[in-house]
């Protein structure tokens, strides 16, 4: 069974910066294709931003040249570095782990992320 582990949430100023981490347990990692997901209250789950095993990364349009999705598959970890936040980028955020090939999906407990106005 794989485990996401989320760290690195918490509150920030408008125009500050935080580095979410997601630690993922088991040795699959390098298989996965690793995104980080948001959900505001009354928003449904969007995603914010992705890469794949080969490294291909995509981002959200409102967070383009703000946030920086990367993985240490050393480390087994996958990190968002946000910076410039701005108030509508409060939400809860998810890693998810993802492997089409075998149908697996896996999703970390979530991260509160407030950015204060």
């Known amino acids: 069974q794989v485990q996401l582990v989320e760290s690195g949430g918490g509150l920030v100023q408008a125009g500050g910066s935080l580095r979410l981490s997601c630690a993922v347990s088991?040795?699959?990692?390098?298989?996965?294709?690793m995104g980080w997901y948001r959900q505001a209250p009354g928003k449904q789950r969007e995603l914010v931003a992705q890469i794949t095993t080969g490294g291909y990364i995509n981002y959200a349009t409102s967070v383009k040249g703000r946030f920086t999705i990367s993985r240490d598959t050393a480390k087994n970890t996958v990190y968002l570095q946000m910076s410039n936040l701005k108030p509508e980028d409060t939400a809860v955020y998810y890693c998810n782990a993802n492997r089409l090939s075998s149908g697996t999906n896996y999703w970390g407990q979530g991260t509160q992320v407030t950015v204060s106005s």
């Open positions: 088991g040795s699959a990692f390098s298989l996965f294709t």
